[in-house]
């Protein structure tokens, strides 16, 4: 058997060490399908005494993660430290440049610099490989980098965060509130102890911009994705949703349209029974859509360690199977000085049905006022629900749920205002879009 592949993993937590006891664990089998050993020479994390349970005997800990990526000792570095810059960047970014291939899952690094990284490695004849930064387990880069080649994607969507899923698949199931929901995700682990960047969706966005990267050939624009996170979905959302036949999802979609590339991450009332109403709980789901294939969706492990040291290990087998001048291509699918400009589709153009939930004064003549601005609007509406209830001081007021057919935003923001100015309006209305996928 030829030369062993030498890695060194910068980042020795959930991910990094799971990694090491697949690596250690299947090194017979790996060796057999790749045609080379595989061995973990170097790692570094910044606590070199914790427990971590696994074995680090006979590898070289490294103080800090440069001197790790730029070991004469390593042939792959693997960067599972997360963060979209230091000490991440520089060191993978070092690592390219002194010859080693790179696998990471960060997918923030990547949305912040994966194209200027790329391009390092394009130059340099090395691969740079990140299957578990999006979907963790879900083998997705694989599939839009290489199989899909020949296809023309319209739409690529998905659940692309655990904790997201999880918290609305237990709001629905156990009538519990967001709050509740979370606190549980994150004594289970599901959850981060600072949760925002998942439930405010930039985790998502992340992932959905190297996916519309890959889907369109466009350059890599997380700034330029339309967000909305779940903070603000009630239970009543929840309920009225699953009255009216449907589940509410974080989801993450991009489309190519006229105008340009339309990205946006938000709640989305999905039909009961559709496929994408059903991953629940920390499943993720990747959907595509496109020319040639026709509608594909992968669903799988989201996150977790030996989920997500699945695909890095693939990545890694990938390099070892791969030699110099006979590599598996691009990072990016193409290479990264054809990547055209992102041009951002406005998100006000985009087009489909709506569930609206509001609470109006409970007076005569509401009913028929909130009808009238949806007329002038042009917004037909497929069902409208009233359901009365007193306030704490006894004003009589009443929540009503509209579900509208295919309109515009634009439209239902120019309506809701409307409704707004009429002076009947109690708090802020509740507005998600209804996506129907696949
Ligand atoms: N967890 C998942 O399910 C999952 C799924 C998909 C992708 N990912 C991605 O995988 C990456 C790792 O995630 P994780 O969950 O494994 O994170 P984690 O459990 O927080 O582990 C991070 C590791 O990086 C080390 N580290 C942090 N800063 C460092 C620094 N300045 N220098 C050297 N080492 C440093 C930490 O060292 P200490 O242990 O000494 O503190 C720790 O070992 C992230 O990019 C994440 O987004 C994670």
Known sequence: ?????????????????ALVRLIQEKQEMLADRCGRAISVTGVTARSRNKDRGISLDGITWHDDANSLATSKDVDVFVE??????????????????????VVTANKALLA?????LASIAEAEGLLLNYEAAVAGGIPIIKVMRESLTANTVTRVSGILNGTCNYILTRMEQDGLTFEECLKDAQELGFAEADPTFDIEGNDTAHKLALLTSLAFGTAIAPDAIYLEGITKITIED??????????????????????????????????LGSEIAEIGGVTNAVAVE??????????????GGDATASAAAGDICDIAKSRPGHQHGPALGQPANTLTPHERAPMRS????????????????????????????????ESIVQRRTKDHDDIEQAPIILITHETTEQAIRNALDGVRSDGRLIGEPQMIRIETLG
């Open 238 to 271: 929840i309920e009225a949703a699953r009255d009216l036949g449907f589940r509410i999802k974080l989801l993450g979609i991009a489309t190519r349209t006229a105008e340009g590339v339309e990205s946006r991450v938000h709640p989305a009332m999905v039909p």
């Open 290 to 303: 496109a020319d040639t294939v026709g509608s594909l969706m992968m669903s799988g492990p989201g996150a």
């Open 112 to 116: 912040k610099h994966g194209v200027e």
């Open 350 to 381: 985009h087009a489909g049905g709506y569930f609206i939930r509001l609470t109006v004064v409970d007076t005569p003549g509401t009913m028929a006022a909130i009808a009238t601005r949806m007329a002038e609007q042009d917004i037909s509406l």
């Open 1 to 17: 058997m030829s030369n062993s592949l030498r890695i060194g993993i910068a980042g020795l937590g959930t991910v990094g060490t």
């Open 80 to 101: 599972m430290m997360g963060g979209e810059d230091e000490p991440a960047y520089s060191a993978v970014k070092s690592a390219l440049q002194s010859g080693k291939h």
